[in-house]
């Protein structure tokens, strides 16, 4: 028997973490081949009333000096202990593995390195879509493809904000009232509706598959926070539903586009199935096609499955490193293209007194284009979907129009 | 630079697996770390107009005896030479590769036991849900889980069948002659429809996440034969779509329940969504609850891509055996239960003159059940969906009402 496994941090995903693997550890260690168990968990706070008590300590140095210890679970969050710790960590040859999407969106690159030159593993399955298994399966599983672009509904809180919106006509601030009433969005909900947390997520899968460090101070990204009722009634009739997608696409000239914005996806579309907290990633292939993950984006035991399969592949292949890696990139490289330099077709609401006697003039600035409608439509509003054109002349177009009516909303097709 | 890949069969999935390995085959080697090529294709043919002409060969003995091949893709298909060739190949310390889902099904426990016993692998993504990774994390993400359930569309054939039945109203012979001029169909369906294939498949996925070896003989299986455009507007009518479900199951005595049947499913599943020649498996643990996995589940690069995964996983890892594993059984032991003692729920159709004065007697032999509708339902037909019962139980209740009308159709419900 090896007590060779500790936790840090026992907040939601850590004491997760430390049920699931004693609820399930005989089989577990059937699959690892020999026997292994939690020895540390380490906290700030005591656990007096946790079956577990006796495994909490306060010291770090505990863990990081215990020979015995071969992975640790970094479940604290955040980019500062969290840094401190991993790297420690790493450097004396002990595989991490984590939940913590910040710190590797961050550091991922550094990270990796330092494994691999300590021959042991840095594992972040839980660090985007919860226990959906699609690091490993992009790593491995889809090796052999070239990734043309990967499309994800990465945060479970503006989906399950939009999908309100979307089924039962709620605003948006009842919508995120409700969230933060379930426990489902912060009460600072700010990193979840303003995408910043879905872009740290495909960060990180554009980092795995492309193999460069994308920061998220690279991409571009929009929230949800301006989608209003009436936006989602066009949507409905015209055939979509506003999503939250992540997305990062290899271009002709091998440049990367990478944006996080609400859009308008098809209602044939996969994506447009996902409801409530739930997140999916497709996956476009140039041998598989399209594939799509689908799961429980966040929550305790969910993304503990992940963390405890990273256990797992740690403890099978102890004293060797899992041929993960990307290569370290400056934040000020340009490989990732500007968001407005790139092709997109955009949904337009338009408000004004005069807006139908605009329509010659929007016909001539975009040629072939889609109005579409609602019921009741207020004689002051009228919405199109502009054909694909190159961002910023889209952008040029609406500044023309915003001299005679509002621009209320755009909102770019999937 | 070391040519270590051969591929056994050069047919659909074995030109598709040289194709896609030799176009991305500079990504490849950067993943795998070293310089790695195809050296030698087994087939019976000539292939002169091919670019990969001069690596076509005739003879096994020479891949077997030549000491630079490290991995072999068995793409040839049967249970014959497949067989033979993997025995004694994985005996020799070469690791194989395989799409062919009937030897894992008839051989698994077998040849990853010699795979492991000679310190090399025995891999087969490739078998379930062609390019749909689906092996691995189950094998690897999803191992800190019980396994509760497993569930897919797992044969592309049927589902285009059924997709075009429900969305273009086709009769099932129509239907499957549609299939077999596209190449979705053999010109001998039956594998297909009588739900061999996806009997095989799902006996590959129970094998795997109960480490026990599920043989097809023991898998109840029924086909798509019987389904008419009856039952999928009564279906339509109710919130359900019919899918040929292949599933199994862990019960509450670690006995196992598996089939493979049709089977209406309630629109709202995601499983539903899934149209056309795409193959989708539902997984529920313990901890990540319900995940979905979605893709092409035949065709030549999507299954090829899984293929190339597997060598690439397989030459990272020379000279080491990737741990699957799962113990040998017999093919009359008993942990498969049978199928009847097993509770469901049915959709039945009765034809009959007197069947509306059924009524009484069958809300006595079912207790509450639920009556269902479509528009201009014949005077001579009753459509239910029985409450969850032992399936011979139900069975038993039919056979007396099939005294006073016709059991025009029985399908369980998912």
């Not at 993950?293 to 740690?314: E, N, R, W």
């Not at 292949?317 to 077709?345: A, M, P, Q, T």
């Amino acid at each position: 028997m090896s007590k060779n496994v500790a936790v840090i941090g026992y907040g939601v995903v850590g004491s997760g973490t430390v049920e699931l693997f004693m609820k399930n550890r005989e089989a577990i260690n059937k699959k690892i081949g020999r026997d292994c168990d939690i020895k540390y968990i380490l906290d700030l706070r005591d656990f007096p009333e946790s079956p577990f008590a006796d495994m909490i300590i306060h010291d770090f140095d505990t863990i990081l000096n215990d020979d015995e210890i071969e992975v640790v679970a970094e479940v604290v969050g955040g980019t500062t202990f969290a840094y401190e710790y991993t790297k420690k960590l790493l450097a004396k040859g002990k595989s991490v593995v984590t939940s913590n999407k910040a710190l590797v969106a961050a550091y991922g690159a550094e990270l990796l390195q330092l494994a691999q030159d300590n021959g042991c593993s840095y594992l972040f399955e839980a660090s985007v879509g919860g226990g959906i298994p699609i690091i490993r399966p992009l790593n491995k599983c889809l090796a052999g493809n070239e990734i043309q672009q990967i499309s994800g509904i990465l945060n479970g809180t503006t989906n399950f904000i939009l999908t309100k919106m979307i089924k039962d006509q709620m605003s948006f601030e009842d919508a995120l009232k409700l969230a933060q009433q379930l426990g489902y969005a912060e009460a600072d909900p700010t990193a979840d509706v303003e995408g910043e947390d879905a872009c740290r997520k495909i960060c990180i899968l554009g980092s795995l598959v492309y193999g460069k460090h994308i920061y998220p101070e690279m991409v571009h990204k929009s929230g949800i926070t301006r989608i209003t009722l009436d936006d989602v009634e066009y949507a409905d009739n015209a055939g979509y539903v506003i999503k939250l997608i992540a997305s990062v696409k290899r271009l002709e000239d091998n440049s990367l586009s990478a944006i996080v914005c609400p859009r308008l996806v098809p209602k044939s579309n996969m994506l447009a199935s996902v409801d409530d907290v739930y997140n999916a990633v497709s996956v476009t292939g140039d041998g598989v096609g399209d594939v799509l993950f689908y799961g429980q984006g966040a929550g305790k035991l969910p993304t503990a499955s992940a963390v405890v399969g990273d256990i797992i592949d740690c403890l099978r292949h102890n004293g060797r490193s899992l041929g993960i890696h990307w290569e370290e990139s400056k934040k000020d490289e340009k490989f990732v293209v500007r968001y407005k330099d790139i092709n997109c077709s955009m949904y337009v609401r338009l408000k004004g007194d005069d807006v139908q006697a605009l329509k010659p003039s929007i016909s001539e600035m975009f040629g072939k284009l889609m109005y579409i409608e609602r019921a009741n439509r207020p004689d002051d509003e009228l919405a199109f979907i502009t054909p694909n054109m190159v961002e910023s002349d889209i952008d040029a177009n609406l500044a023309i129009l915003s001299h005679s009516a509002e621009i209320a909303s755009k909102i770019r097709m999937f």
